[in-house]
């Protein structure tokens, strides 16, 4: 953007629970203005007072308006990110796509190729890799304290009944919601690979215990699998923990030393002995959204906001990019067809 003292103009469509997160913090950012809601519901039913902001009922809408936006934060069902995400980049908007960035690899692809001809920016939401844990792991990673990395285990087992699963949501739908490490775990599954890499040798089991009548889907697997930069890793999760969440948790074991980030949203470190090494004090990390009857990860929205303007105005690079987005779609493609083997 040339002019470096414009707010950047956003819009979101979609203003479920994650959608007001993005309302929420585009409105506390001091450079950033939002212009334009888009919900198939009416201003009425999501609690919105029109009068300063424009209220579209979809996104075709939006953009025959020819409002003025630079962003538009999609926050809608996994099923419809990418159709959308091309609708937004075909009318030559930047694209800030909430996890998953699509349900398929090809479908990422078409949305990467597309930003590229028309020389957009793709922000894929992975708000996991904001949290000082992460940061602090991802700096261990670089610097090679803990050498060569020998095992990694991510235990993700969360709570998700029929307070969640409501027959008249599109969650558990196999066409929009796409599964359970799609929607609930993919960013965990992102934290992966962004500390360690891409994996191969990939082995699943996947089980529906007790949610049958709720979704098409498991609710519970097993993944074990190779990294390619070396060592081995497994992923154990389930959303079939009673009533609450129980944790979300990386076991790193290495060559100089051992760690572990725990808590309920990775938010904690719970065990670090690592060869002359002292663990610094870390920031806090955020509290986990709050939907009620139902908790997710840290509130990190904020962060992605402040990225999108700081790119956006050249003071830094992309976070999480579309090619990062696209292989953790990949990933957990992979390893939906290693539990069908």
Not at 283 to 296: Q, V
Request: aromatic share 10%; net charge negative; with cysteine.
């Amino acid at each position: 953007m040339e002019n470096k003292k414009c707010k950047i103009k956003f819009a979101v469509i979609g203003c479920g629970h994650i959608g007001r997160r993005h309302i929420e913090m585009i409105m506390r950012n001091d450079e950033s203005e939002l212009v334009a809601i888009v919900d198939i519901k009416s201003p009425l039913e999501l609690g919105f007072d029109t009068s300063k902001i424009s209220y579209f009922k979809s996104l075709t809408d939006l953009i025959q308006s020819e409002i003025d936006v630079d962003v538009i934060n999609i926050a809608t069902p996994n099923g419809f990110h990418a159709s959308q995400a091309l609708e937004c980049l075909d009318a030559r908007k930047h694209v800030v796509i909430e996890k998953p960035m699509t349900l398929n690899k090809q479908d990422a692809e078409k949305v990467i190729y597309k930003a590229l001809n028309v020389h957009k920016h793709v922000f894929a939401v992975m708000q996991n890799r904001y949290s000082p844990p992460s940061l602090w792991l991802k700096e261990l990673i670089r610097s090679e304290k803990l050498g060569q990395i020998f095992l990694v285990q991510l235990n993700c087992y969360w709570n998700r009944d029929d307070r969640y699963y409501k027959k008249d949501n599109w969650h558990g739908k196999i066409d929009l919601d796409g599964g359970t490490l799609f929607t609930q775990f993919s960013h965990f599954i992102d934290i992966l690979y962004w500390l360690f890499g891409d994996i191969d040798n990939i082995h699943a089991k996947f089980k529906d215990f007790n949610h049958n009548d709720l979704t098409d889907f498991e609710d519970s697997g097993f993944v074990n699998f190779d990294f390619l930069n070396g060592g081995m890793g497994c992923i154990n999760f389930s959303t079939s923990v009673w009533n609450k969440n129980m944790e979300s948790s990386m076991t790193v074991i290495g060559e100089n030393g051992s760690l572990k980030i725990g808590g309920q949203y990775m938010n904690e470190v719970e065990y670090c002995h690592i060869k002359d090494y002292i663990l610094p004090k870390l920031a806090p990390t955020n509290p986990g959204n709050d939907y009620g009857a139902y908790k997710g990860s840290a509130q990190n929205h904020n962060y992605v906001i402040e990225n999108v303007v700081d790119v956006l105005k050249g003071r830094t690079e992309i976070t999480t990019n579309a090619l990062e987005g696209l292989k953790v779609v990949e990933i957990i493609s992979r390893i939906y067809s290693a539990g069908k083997e």
